[in-house]
């Protein structure tokens, strides 16, 4: 209880008489009392306010530098995976797109989807917003299109996209993308 910020004379309360934020420390105390290497970790902060967000990822991230842990940590918001991660996968519709260091995928995305997710962060002091409009709808993932999952918002699909499921190839840095334009070096600026 200590090592996760709840006062141990509170072990008889409960679940009603604690907050949003201390159930979710008592959560990762549950969590961490069987000892684990690796924790998953899907949507821990996003029921939270953003100030208790901020604390609960400072504790993760104590708690991992402490017990060695390693996360996989499933969220919808970047600013969350920019602040926590080492590696990131970017998934569309449960397929793979992009898996790449924290550090390349924010400065250098490779695949149209995840550079359409990261126009969408606003950005202080820029004038005009430079966002990556995509088209059309998710499809159902219960009939997930051909080719390409993605191909039917891409901008720059071509009928190799409609067709063909493209391979996850390894880029020189290390990345990992899943994309026909990428792979054949097309005109993607
Ligand atoms: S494979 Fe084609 S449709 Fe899919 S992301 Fe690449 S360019 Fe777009």
Known sequence: MEQVGVDPAWIARHPHEFS????????????????????????????LDVSIQAQILNL????????DLTYLFITHDLSVVHHISSRVAVLYLGTL??????????????????RALLSAIPKVGEKKAKHIKLKGEVPTPVNLPSGCVFHNRCVFA??????????LNELPNGSFVSCHGVEEGWDMA
């Open 97 to 114: 797109c992009e898996l790449a260091s924290a550090n390349d995928l924010f400065t250098e995305p490779r695949h149209p989807y995840t």
């Open 60 to 67: 993760l991230m104590d708690l991992r530098e402490k017990h």
């Open 20 to 47: 949003g934020g201390q159930r979710q420390r008592i959560s990762i105390a549950r969590g961490l009392i069987l000892d684990p290497d690796f924790i998953v970790a899907d949507e821990p902060v996003s029921a």
């Open 158 to 167: 071509r009928d190799r996209c409609k067709k063909e499921f493209p391979r």
